[in-house]
């Protein structure tokens, strides 16, 4: 079954959740949902990385038990858990930095909790 | 001592990073012992990358490869390609680690009284050794994804600090904005290198420097990779996180903050001329590098004139300064491929960009230092609110205006030698990129002389009547940094010999980069 889903659906996802991202990044003034932009840039980076790994019909490289046929270069897997825990660690640190500003401000929008201007 | 030699690359990274660890658990015991194990273990780190430097201008490139019988064998036997992570230590990426432990060293000793009273001190220790051992990782590494962690613990340390202050609304503006930017740009360093992965199976940037094909992805890689550095080291157009960024951070910090973005400009370098070096036309890479260079010069001059803050000031004027390393390199990888041009006058452009780095490190690094005393000691930064402290207040007075002097490029400080280096050398590649870079640097003097005679100078505030001179320890960290300036200043000539030089060699000469990782490979 699997074999049947064209190649590259897994890029056009990353690219659509890149688009979503930036433009979140760019254009909402919410600290809620410019850390929300920043999460789904993570996850489409993610995928990126784990949509590049993937070969058909390959198997997991476990060497002991592992049945015959080409195994998979677990790099790239390698990358994407190491990229996810930092992007959670990133994500908490957002969070609480919001936490704070709306301590000080009552408000989580960017623009009027500006105290500095340039 | 041998030993010390071999494993100096993992232990320089391995010390702090165990160190940060383990202060919250020392802390507990008291601040004394704390203290005292963090300045032994930065001591020790600083004696090994002394270690490591020294080895390195003596001998060469060294290839550390973790997890190997011999940290030298960069290819495990029977395999064509790297597959260990490796640390590839050559003179650039020490001169950079040189200037991130003298200003570490620095930013610690200043912060040991500035902090006193402070609730969370564990937790800025502990922040502290994690930035360092970020910037040092970055400096040291050779292999691309390590670069990418190393930069996310350099950001998320960073962010942390930026914002410790947490009683105060713009501190925690000020971080939320540095880990944003950090956040985007990791992510996108992440995205270029599955793209890079993608295509060559390897992370090692010699060998994927070796295997580089120059085609469409390769340049949309480029492309992620420049725009993620620009953004972190606040290049003009992307520099609006560092003012804020700056102006909030706690003392000892804002010079580390500067710091880890002269790494992120050395990660910039390192792209540019090694991984995308060599056979390829560079010309227009460094054109829009020049281009960054000389707008960040510009707009972050004339941004600063009008501020008041003092601190918001210095950090436009950092921006600035970023532009003449930008200038000065860029210069060097627009002539890469023209080798008469680049003796003539690409590798004196370097040199002098190169030289900057650690000239602005160390003279920046003082004048943030300085803008923090008088916070710390007045409470403001706002410069209508100074008056007459220079009474008071003798010694910061004293190295704000050797900074000052630095950083306007005023002979005989250092500021002037790397300046000259830059001007002379531009001046023949084109004529009015030099004359630009003059007249930011007078700009820099006029606005520096306003923040002197408005802080330091005139008859005494009254509300100012109870200053005091700052604390030993704030002086001696501001010392560290004078002292090196003055040692920089009365001998460039050796300075650029010894240290520079050698670096720009090192970003020159891709081949020998390569070497250090493939030379065994067949």
Redesign the interface.
């Known amino acids: 079954m699997i074999q049947y889903i064209p190649y590259n659906i897994p890029f056009i996802a990353v690219a659509l959740l890149?688009g979503i991202a930036l433009y979140i990044?760019i254009f909402k003034r919410n600290?809620v949902k410019?850390v929300m932009g920043?999460a789904i840039?993570?996850a489409a980076?993610n995928l990126?990385?784990v949509a590049?790994g993937y070969r058909a019909g390959g198997v997991a490289p476990i060497y002991t038990v592992s049945p015959q046929g080409p195994m998979v270069?677990p790099?790239?897997q390698a990358?994407t858990l190491?990229?996810i825990v930092?992007a959670v660690?990133?994500i908490a640190?957002?969070l609480t930095?919001?936490m704070?500003?709306y301590r000080?401000?009552k408000d989580v929008d960017a623009k009027k909790?500006?105290?500095?201007k340039? | 001592m041998e030993f010390l030699t071999v494993h100096s690359p993992a232990l320089i990274i391995a010390l702090p990073l165990l160190a940060a660890f383990v202060i919250p658990l020392l802390g507990r015991a008291g601040a004394t012992i704390r203290d005292t194990f963090n300045v032994a273990i930065l001591g020790f780190t600083a004696f090994l990358v002394a270690v490591l430097a020294i080895d390195v201008y003596t001998g060469g490139t060294r290839v550390y490869t973790f997890g190997a019988t011999v940290p030298e064998m960069a290819i495990p036997q029977g395999y064509m390609v790297p597959v260990r992570i490796m640390f590839e230590v050559d003179a650039i990426s020490i001169f950079m680690a040189l200037a991130t432990t003298v200003v570490t060293i620095a930013a610690f000793i200043y912060s040991l009284q500035f902090l006193k009273g402070e609730t969370g001190q564990e937790r800025f220790y502990s922040l502290l050794m994690l930035l360092f051992v970020g910037m040092l990782g970055l400096e040291l590494t050779g292999d691309m994804?390590n670069m990418?962690?190393f930069l996310?613990i350099l950001?998320?340390a960073g962010?942390?600090l930026a914002?410790y202050r947490?009683n105060m609304?713009?501190a925690?503006?000020?971080?939320?904005k540095y880990?944003?930017i950090s956040?985007?740009s990791?992510?996108m360093v992440?995205?270029a290198?599955?793209i890079l992965?993608?295509q060559y199976?390897l992370?090692s940037i010699a060998a994927l420097a070796h295997n580089m094909q120059y085609n469409t992805l390769d340049m949309i890689a480029l492309g992620l990779l420049a725009i993620a550095f620009v953004m972190k080291l606040a290049g003009v157009p992307l520099h609006?996180w560092a003012?804020?960024t700056y102006?909030?951070a706690p003392a000892g910090i804002t010079p580390m903050i500067y710091t880890s973005s002269a790494a992120s400009m050395y990660a910039l370098y390192r792209v540019t001329f090694t991984l995308y070096g060599g056979a390829f036309d560079t010309g227009a890479i460094g054109w829009v590098v020049i281009i960054l260079g000389v707008l960040s010069m510009f707009i972050g001059v004339m941004?600063a004139i009008h501020q008041t803050d003092i601190k918001?000031l210095m950090a436009y004027h950092a921006i600035s300064q970023s532009g003449y390393m930008l200038l000065g390199v860029g210069v060097g990888l627009a002539v890469l491929t023209d080798p008469v041009a680049l003796a003539s006058y690409g590798r004196d452009a370097m040199n002098g960009g190169i030289f900057h780095i650690i000239n602005n490190a160390l003279y920046k690094g003082m004048l943030f230092l300085t803008a923090e005393a008088i916070f710390f000691r007045i409470g403001t930064r706002d410069l209508n609110r100074m008056g007459g402290l220079g009474h008071k207040m003798k010694w910061t007075a004293a190295f704000f205006i050797i900074g000052a002097l630095a950083i306007s490029g005023i002979p005989p400080f250092n500021g002037f030698a790397s300046k000259l280096l830059i001007y002379e050398s531009v001046f023949r590649f084109n004529p009015l990129l030099s004359v630009i870079a003059m007249f930011v640097s007078l700009v820099t003097l006029a606005s520096f002389t306003k923040v002197f005679y408005s802080a330091f100078t005139g008859a005494e505030m009254p509300s100012l009547g109870q200053v005091r001179e700052v604390p030993r320890s704030m002086l001696i960290g501001m010392g560290v940094l004078a002292a090196c300036i003055i040692f920089f200043s009365i001998f460039p000539g050796l300075v650029v010999d010894a240290i520079v030089a050698p670096a720009t060699d090192a970003l020159i000469d891709q081949a020998s980069y390569i070497n250090g990782v493939m030379g065994a490979a067949p």
């Open positions: 890149v990044l600290m410019i920043v840039l993570g980076v990126f990385l590049l270069l790099v790239p990358l190491t990229s930092i660690s990133i640190l957002m930095m919001v704070h500003t000080h401000t909790s500006r105290t500095m340039g | 994804f990418f962690v996310e950001s998320i962010a942390g914002s947490v609304a713009d925690v503006e000020g971080g939320f880990i944003v956040a985007v990791a992510l992440l995205f290198i599955g992965y993608a199976n992370l609006m003012p804020d102006a909030v941004m918001r």
